[in-house]
C-alpha cells in the first residue's frame, strides 16, 4: 500500500500558485519524498524530490516540515499545460530497495484559464 | 540525451495470444523497472533488473515475465493474454539498483480483445 494520503483533486487559476499537499505521517529516517505528475496516457515525469530540506529546481518547490510527516508541492506560477496527476511517493534510496515505486491514487490537478 | 523509449507505442492481441514489449533506457542507466497501469487498480510495480537479474518482483502471476540485456535493454513478455492485461505498460530506468531517480517511458498501451 501507498505511504501516502494526498487530496483525490485540486483547481488552481492559471498564473496562480499551486500548492499540492501531502501527508506522509510514517515515513522514515532513511525514506525520501519524491514527486511525479502523469499528463495524460503519458509516462509518469519525475518532477522533484527530497529528504529533510526544502528542495527547488526549474519546476517546482518541495517543502518538507520539520517532523518530516508531511510536504507540499509548489508550482509557483501554474499553466494549463501543468493540468495533470501528481504523485507523491515516499521511497528508501538505498540499496536493497532497489526501483520498486509505489504509487497511490495522486491527487488531479485542473488548472483553469 | 535521448529519453527511455518503449516499442510498440500500441498494441491489439486477442485472448490467449503472447506479446513482448520492449525497453531502451537512458544511455548509461543500468536499471529498467516495469510498471502496469490499469483505470481500476492504477500504477502497479511488476518487475526491476539490473545488470541482467531480476532484483524485484511484484505481485503478478507467471504469466508475466521480463529479462535485460547486456546494453541494459530490457522486455517483458505476457504469455496467454487475458482481457484484464488490457493496460498501459510503462517503463522506467535509473542509473543504478540503490533507488535513485526513476525516469518513464511514453508507454506501450496494449489492448486485449
Known amino acids: 500500500d501507498a505511504k501516502t494520503t494526498q487530496p483525490t483533486s485540486m483547481d488552481c487559476a492559471e498564473g496562480r500558485a499551486a500548492n499540492l499537499p501531502c501527508n506522509h505521517s510514517t515515513i522514515s529516517g532513511n525514506e525520501y519524498v519524491y514527486w511525479y505528475r502523469q499528463i495524460h496516457s503519458q509516462g509518469p515525469q519525475y518532477i522533484i524530490h527530497?529528504?529533510?530540506n526544502n528542495e527547488t529546481n526549474e519546476m517546482a518547490s518541495l517543502i518538507i516540515t520539520e517532523d518530516r510527516k508531511s510536504s507540499t508541492l509548489i508550482l509557483p506560477h501554474a499553466t494549463l499545460r501543468d493540468t495533470a496527476v501528481y504523485y507523491c511517493?515516499?521511497?528508501?534510496?538505498?540499496?536493497?530497495?532497489?526501483?520498486?515505486?509505489?504509487f497511490g491514487q495522486g491527487t488531479e490537478l485542473s488548472v483553469k484559464p | 540525451k535521448a529519453g527511455v523509449t518503449q516499442t510498440p507505442r500500441y498494441l491489439i492481441k486477442t485472448r490467449g495470444q503472447q506479446v513482448t514489449l520492449s525497453c531502451s533506457p537512458i544511455?548509461?542507466?543500468?536499471?529498467v523497472s516495469w510498471y502496469q497501469q490499469t483505470p481500476g487498480q492504477g500504477l502497479q510495480f511488476l518487475f526491476e533488473?539490473?545488470?541482467?537479474?531480476?532484483?524485484n518482483k511484484g505481485n503478478f502471476p507467471g504469466r508475466f515475465s521480463g529479462r535485460q540485456f547486456s546494453n541494459s535493454r530490457s522486455e517483458m513478455n505476457v504469455s496467454t493474454l487475458e482481457l484484464g492485461d488490457s493496460a498501459l505498460y510503462l517503463c522506467?530506468?535509473?542509473?543504478?539498483?540503490?533507488?535513485?531517480?526513476?525516469?518513464f517511458g511514453p508507454g506501450t498501451r496494449l489492448l486485449v480483445l
Open positions: 533488473y539490473f545488470s541482467e537479474t531480476q532484483r
Open positions: 527530497g529528504l529533510k
Open positions: 522506467a530506468s535509473s542509473m543504478g539498483p540503490a533507488g535513485e531517480t526513476q525516469y
Open positions: 544511455s548509461g542507466h543500468r536499471s
Open positions: 511517493i515516499v521511497r528508501d534510496n538505498l540499496y536493497n530497495q532497489g526501483g520498486k515505486l509505489i
